[in-house]
């Protein structure tokens, strides 16, 4: 009976089986991954449910009613994309845009880039509109390329973090609906911190995350898809074999090019429908849930304000410390900085020592920046006064170490001095 | 400051945020998911690292390493797909299979036709193994098949639960590589309750899944990748623009045409160059090395046996309430089994009063099985002898109540009779 037990212990064999899940604590006010709300954590916690239980039905439901507000939409479709943020991004682009269709694309950083790398896997014809790193398109520089190069799909991000810049989008939506086109933009690294105002930009399909300013972790990626996209995705409908019935029709578009992402297939399993696709995840939709929880019962304008003050208390701080920020202050995502390093110090070894000494994760950067800056946020959970101020002190600590001498006390004295104006 | 508390509750918006996640306690004895190992649920439980710190990536390698015996495999490449079991399917087989190429698929039973239409999708020239739900391919009409149809691929399920049968797999590796042929094995229901015996196969990639023998949540795709197949799909490396460096070198083969399941940066992001691509899903890594810790402790000869008589006990039991099984003995799943639902009584009643009363789950049927059959599940935390006996006490009450009466007592002294001998 006894080795029946799953789990039992044997002493002989515990040197290959590691120890347990034990991370140190550590405050990760880098671009995210940031540390999870404890309540979504403890929702994690919950055991599984049958994947057509009425109550696991019902909490899909309530999952796609959250994130209605989260998305600030109408949108009847509205749910998860089980995977991490990038495979909602792959699921949006490989639904709404047909092999062979033309795909115009915001390059404005590493994430537009993405953008364009996934459209030219699946067969899109690539048009971009190059912006230099740490600046963004005008509503006139959209329309001109619009014009130019006539799209099916435009798709950008709104705040990418690899620059820290957010793209404006009122008047986006309007703008491609006149011209006929379709718009899709990833909101991975603002969902939560800043407004994603799906309906008022007029955005027919927008992707995220959860592990940045919704406070979860990096495995689930929320949609929302207008009934315009809706409607064009499902042209291309598809029913799996084997699960075919009489009443299933197919729709006359170019059959979308994977199952996993066949967003036609995702939403008839969200449906009254219901009809079996990928096993939703279980923990993973139990910390969407609540994390949008947390978000609605704070309060969206609220949590706005609480990203918009940890960002200017971060940025104050920073330049009280004689350092500079990069890309332009008008676009500045509000939940994360890019500052500078400083000639004199090793970029690399002050992250180790805030690590080693503090515990404190603040980001490295990619491509042309790697090197030249940091990236620091202040998101979700961490967005929080105390945090700020303690990233600050860290920081001022370390440099001063590391030979660079920001003038005494300056930093966390502008960063209050943001908090008491607020 | 107040107002600065994320979560913090406003009695005025409480009734459009739902409850806290508060799922009923259930059995789950269906084809999976099931109930989750209450120590992968407690490891979910703890905080995010940084993406690239090293704990972070430390808990990935020695995932890798614990998957490698979950795999029973020496193979380098044993890591994780961030997505629900079929997400590891696609990601297998569009890094695999060419567009253009060959594929050829042994279809006998639902998840046979979707290896089938995966490939489809992907471009491949599909080529099938067409065998009769309930049975299984033997060796000699694999061998003929290849022979065939020369594929550049072969694909098969070990155990399909949509018929519960498991396809032997003894020779078929060494039958493969004989015949020029890259192999792949989907097993998602087996992984963790069968021996999924990778080397001895000789099979070149296989998947798997958390939420059926592994005892974990869905959400995360075990995967493992022979040298042979890994330089196969090293041959279709794509370095993502924006971390693309002097030193990366691209492959001269076919772009594979999805990013997010583009094993070849996957592979590099597990590898010691850290190639930046998604960012993990930390809490599911999480789960998935909490679940195999589980397994390799408990020692696999003996969780196999665990799972050999928790199936031949609800067998037992089953028969001797004078129900028939479906299939065939000599090829059934140990942890999932196949029985016809008896003509007095309406399968979904019973289902809903097994619910109902006793908050027990067992599973229904797809495709040409729905109606005809139920599958009663034994997998991972819930191939215990007190679970089997449970569930064949309760399905003995429901169907007497429901007017099919088994012979009094029968079928839990049958499952004790399995377990005294066992």
Redo the contacts between chains.
Sequence with gaps: ?S????????GK??A???G???????L?M?P??????P?V???????????F?P??TG?MN?TM??YR?VFMTENRWTLLV??????GI?AAL?SLVEPGARLLVVQA???G??L???G????AEIRTLDIPWGEVATLEQIEAAIVAHRPQVFAAIHGDT?TTMAQPLDGVGALCRRHGVLSYVDATATLGGMAVATDAWGVDVVTG?L?KCM?G???SSPITISDRAAAHIMKRRHV?????GADLDEGPGA????????LAMIMEYWSEKRL?H???????L??A??AA??M????LE??F??HR?AGAAMSAGLRAMGLTLYGQDACRMTNVTGVYIPDCVDGERVRARM?GEFEI?IGTA??PLAGKIWRIGAM??N???HKVLITLGALDAVLRAEGYVPPAGAAIEAARAVYDRS
């Design positions: 009976m080795g029946e037990r799953p789990g039992l212990g044997r064999r515990r290959r089986v590691f347990q899940i034990d991370p140190p604590h550590r990760l880098g995210g991954p940031v540390n999870v709300h309540r954590l403890r929702a994690m916690s919950a055991d599984m449910l049958g994947q239980d109550e696991m909490y309530e009613a959250l507000r089980d995977g991490t943020a990038r495979a792959e490989v950083g590493r994430f880039l993405l364009s790398e996934i030219q896997r699946i067969g690899s995350g592990q406070g972790p990096p495995g799996e074999a084997g699960i075919r059959l979308i090019r994977s199952n996993y992402f066949d079996n990928h096993t939703e995840a279980t923990s993973m139990y910390a849930r609540e929880r947390v609605v019962e704070e309060g609220a949590r304000a609480r003050a690590r994760e990619f491509g979700g959970y967005a929080m006064r």
